[in-house]
Structures are given as structure tokens and as C-alpha cells.
């Protein structure tokens, strides 16, 4: 951050500049970030428009996030491929580029100007950068006059992106954090703490507009034999093709909970029983039919024991219709397994 050139320059923006960077690092939602950045940015910028892409991590992509002067219901699902354009050149290396006249630079990517319709004459381009890491750019297009906009703005431009890059990294590791302690680290499901937490809610939201829900507790048949036979490894592999076969049956809305060892719970809500039971058929029936650990040398075939229990029909509280469920699981397990068993 040039604080220096700030102060040379004795520009007026400076103090709401620095206020800004307190506030965009006072907050870990990601949202809010955004409209702090969009918000300062504006008001900084006299230019055509600008925009901030976030870098996808896996591919390198950039992603519109903030797009000011342009349509962004033109350009919502577009993407700048990695390393294309001026953007791609500066979340590709970290270094700023300022280009005064873009007209038949061979590096520009011209595919934005096609969809939309505008002509880019002129681009800043800022990194967004952190500790090394490159989280994504600002983008700057046809500011009014380059060399004033390198004296004046830049720096001011430059302390923001500094506190906006702080304010961003920090936001996606506490979502990361928040998400792993939500989900089974083998099968990518919620898990167990995932469902106590939003249950009651559901449950709450259910009797409040007088409709059912629906819980199915399930446990996959003879599992010990496939650990014994395949190892940890393959087990835990197992369970998330599992998961996978699961989630293909469900309808939105449904959730589908990793509950612990080789048992899964299947939240369903607005389903009465013969709603639900009919999904937990086809699940069963989509299980018993799927070849599991194909890539192994002998792929196995499983079976899986559900229970169902409804609510308010067969449990008024969260700790009732989970024992209900589950209990109608062990009817099944102890038995005959490989079916289904209500309250």
C-alpha cells in the first residue's frame, strides 16, 4: 500500500478511503464486502465502467462478481478463461497493467465488447493480491484521462484493493471453515451437526404451516463384510457413491445427512408418508441396482434397511421422530434387510 503517494498527492479521498478499508475489514460477509467495494470504487472511478472478477481457484477462471456500467444479466454466467484478456494477464502474474489505448492490443479480450455491445478503448487493471495469492482483479475501461488516473487514483485504488484482498481472503476462509465443520470429510453429505442445527427450524416451519415431514434413517446392509473384504479406504469410497446414488433420487428441498459410520439421514420436508415412501423406494431400488467400486477388480453390489417416521403424525419433537426413525430401521436391519419400515 503506497501511503506515501497518498499523502504526497494531499488527495481529498484519502480519509474516506482509509474509513472504507476499516469497514470492508470489519465484516466476514462476502456480500457486504462487495457492496462496500462497489460503493467506494464508484465513487472513485470516472470511467465507462469497471468490474471485479474473483479467481476460481481449480481453474483459474475469473468470475463477474461486481459489474458497474454494463449489464450484468448479459454477462452473469460469463467467464474469462484463464490467462486470456488483460484481467487474465494480471490474475496470471500480479502485476498491475495499464493500458491507454486497448483498440488493437492482441491481448484484449474481446468477447465482453461482443456480448454487451461496448467498445473498450482504454483498461486499468489491479490485481487483488494477498500474502502472495492471487484472489481476483479490478477492472477498470475507458477512464478519462490515463496519466491523471495513475497520479490521482491509483493510489487510492491501490490501498483499497490492499484492504479489499484482506477483507476477501479472510471472508473465504471462515466460509471454508463454516463448510468443513458441516459436512462428512468422505462424502462431501452435511453431517450429524449440520442436521441438529437446522431440524428444529424445519420442524418449527412444518407445524407452523400445518405440513408434514418426513424423516428416513438408513444403514447400508452388511457393510462390515465390504471394510473386512476391501479395506478402510474402499469403505469409505463406497459410502460416497452411496451418497452420490442417494442424492441423484432426491427432489429440492430434501436433504441428505452422512450421519455417522455407514447410516445416512434423508430429511424431507413437505412429504407425508406415502411421498416419502415412495422416494425411499426408489432410492432402495437405485442402491440394489448400482455397481459399487468399479474400478476395483471385483466391484460389489449392496443393500440398504431404511425407517420412516413422520412428523406431527408419529413424533411432535425433533428427539422423537429421529428415535422413531431410527427404530423403525432396526425392525428392518434385524430382520429382513433391504426394506423399508414406517411407524
Same mark, same amino acid.
Given at each position: 500500500?503506497?501511503?506515501?503517494?497518498? =499523502?504526497?498527492?494531499?488527495?481529498?479521498?484519502?480519509?474516506?478511503?482509509?474509513?472504507?478499508?476499516? +469497514?470492508?475489514?470489519?465484516?466476514?460477509?462476502?456480500?457486504?464486502?462487495?457492496?462496500?467495494?462497489?460503493?467506494?470504487?464508484? &465513487?472513485?472511478?470516472?470511467?465507462?465502467?469497471?468490474?471485479?472478477?474473483?479467481?476460481?481457484?481449480?481453474?483459474?477462471?475469473?468470475?463477474?462478481?461486481?459489474?458497474?456500467?454494463?449489464?450484468?444479466?448479459?454477462? @452473469?454466467?460469463?467467464?474469462?478463461?484463464?490467462?486470456?484478456?488483460?484481467?487474465?494477464?494480471?490474475?496470471?502474474?500480479?502485476?498491475?497493467?495499464?493500458?491507454?489505448?486497448?483498440?488493437?492490443?492482441?491481448?484484449?479480450?474481446? %468477447?465482453?465488447?461482443?456480448?454487451?455491445?461496448?467498445?473498450?478503448?482504454?483498461?486499468?487493471?489491479?490485481?487483488?493480491?494477498? #500474502?502472495?495469492?492471487?484472489?481476483?482483479?479490478?477492472?477498470?475501461?475507458?477512464? %478519462?484521462?490515463?496519466?491523471?488516473?495513475?497520479?490521482?487514483?491509483?493510489?487510492?485504488?491501490?490501498?483499497? $484493493?490492499? /484492504?479489499?484482498?484482506?477483507?476477501?481472503?479472510?471472508?473465504?476462509?471462515?466460509?471454508?471453515? &463454516? #463448510?468443513?465443520?458441516?459436512?462428512?470429510?468422505?462424502?462431501?453429505?452435511?453431517?450429524?451437526?449440520?442436521? #441438529?442445527?437446522?431440524?428444529?427450524?424445519? =420442524? &418449527?416451519?412444518?407445524?407452523?404451516?400445518?405440513?408434514? +415431514?418426513?424423516?428416513?434413517?438408513?444403514?447400508?446392509?452388511?457393510?462390515?463384510?465390504?471394510?473386512?473384504?476391501?479395506?478402510?479406504?474402499?469403505?469409505?469410497?463406497?459410502?460416497?457413491?452411496?451418497?452420490?446414488?442417494?442424492?441423484?433420487?432426491?427432489? !429440492?428441498?430434501?436433504? +441428505?445427512?452422512?450421519?455417522?459410520?455407514?447410516? /445416512?439421514?434423508?430429511?424431507? !420436508?413437505?412429504?407425508?408418508?406415502?411421498?416419502?415412501?415412495?422416494?425411499?423406494?426408489?432410492?432402495?431400488?437405485?442402491?440394489?441396482?448400482?455397481?459399487?467400486?468399479?474400478?476395483? @477388480?471385483?466391484?460389489?453390489?449392496?443393500?440398504?434397511?431404511?425407517?420412516?417416521?413422520?412428523?406431527?403424525?408419529?413424533?411432535?419433537?425433533?428427539?422423537?421422530?429421529?428415535?422413531?426413525?431410527?427404530?423403525?430401521?432396526?425392525?428392518?436391519?434385524?430382520? $429382513?434387510?433391504?426394506?423399508?419400515?414406517?411407524?
Amino acid at each position: 500500500m503506497n501511503s506515501d503517494a497518498l =499523502l504526497e498527492n494531499n488527495n481529498p479521498d484519502l480519509i474516506p478511503c482509509l474509513q472504507i478499508g476499516k +469497514l470492508l475489514t470489519s465484516t466476514l460477509d462476502l456480500n457486504e464486502i462487495l457492496e462496500l467495494i462497489m460503493i467506494k470504487i464508484s &465513487q472513485l472511478v470516472e470511467a465507462d465502467n469497471w468490474s471485479l472478477f474473483l479467481r476460481d481457484e481449480e481453474t483459474g477462471d475469473l468470475k463477474f462478481e461486481v459489474v458497474v456500467g454494463l449489464d450484468k444479466e448479459k454477462i @452473469k454466467d460469463t467467464r474469462i478463461p484463464a490467462g486470456k484478456g488483460i484481467a487474465g494477464l494480471v490474475a496470471q502474474t500480479g502485476d498491475p497493467i495499464y493500458l491507454a489505448d486497448a483498440s488493437n492490443d492482441p491481448r484484449v479480450y474481446r %468477447e465482453i465488447d461482443l456480448i454487451t455491445g461496448f467498445k473498450t478503448k482504454s483498461i486499468v487493471c489491479i490485481p487483488l493480491k494477498i #500474502h502472495g495469492r492471487i484472489l481476483g482483479v479490478v477492472e477498470i475501461i475507458n477512464v %478519462e484521462n490515463m496519466e491523471d488516473f495513475k497520479r490521482i487514483k491509483i493510489p487510492l485504488l491501490s490501498a483499497l $484493493t490492499d /484492504y479489499a484482498a484482506i477483507a476477501i481472503e479472510n471472508s473465504q476462509y471462515t466460509s471454508r471453515i &463454516q #463448510h468443513m465443520s458441516i459436512t462428512d470429510e468422505y462424502t462431501g453429505l452435511y453431517n450429524a451437526r449440520y442436521m #441438529h442445527q437446522i431440524l428444529p427450524g424445519l =420442524l &418449527q416451519d412444518a407445524e407452523k404451516n400445518s405440513k408434514k +415431514l418426513s424423516v428416513v434413517f438408513m444403514d447400508v446392509d452388511n457393510f462390515k463384510n465390504v471394510v473386512d473384504t476391501y479395506g478402510h479406504l474402499s469403505g469409505s469410497m463406497v459410502l460416497k457413491e452411496i451418497g452420490q446414488t442417494m442424492s441423484a433420487q432426491l427432489a !429440492p428441498g430434501d436433504i +441428505l445427512i452422512k450421519y455417522g459410520g455407514d447410516e /445416512y439421514i434423508l430429511i424431507m !420436508p413437505n412429504r407425508d408418508k406415502t411421498s416419502a415412501i415412495a422416494i425411499t423406494r426408489k432410492i432402495q431400488q437405485a442402491i440394489r441396482r448400482t455397481t459399487y467400486l468399479k474400478s476395483e @477388480k471385483d466391484p460389489i453390489k449392496v443393500t440398504a434397511s431404511f425407517g420412516l417416521a413422520v412428523f406431527p403424525d408419529d413424533a411432535q419433537n425433533k428427539k422423537d421422530l429421529l428415535i422413531k426413525a431410527d427404530s423403525s430401521m432396526y425392525r428392518i436391519k434385524k430382520s $429382513t434387510k433391504n426394506g423399508i419400515g414406517t411407524s
